[in-house]
């Protein structure tokens, strides 16, 4: 019974999806924090015109 290691593709995959859904995490926990000190999801008028 040998025990191969999975391949590369598999490991790349998986590391990205990970890397992906916890930067995806972070993003949304970093706007809800902001929103919440600003007020109700408020944005100020600059940010919108600017992006």
């Given amino acids: 019974r040998s025990s191969s290691p999975p391949s590369l593709g598999s490991v ?8 992906v859904g916890l930067a995806a995490a972070a993003l949304l926990l970093d706007l809800l924090r902001r929103s919440r ?4 999801y408020q944005l100020p008028q600059t940010a919108a015109s600017s992006a």
């Avoid at 790349?12 to 890397?19: D, F, T």
């Avoid at 000190?37 to 109700?40: L, N, R, S, Y």
């Fill in 12 to 19: 790349l995959i998986l590391v990205l999806c990970s890397a």
């Fill in 37 to 40: 000190k600003k007020g109700f």
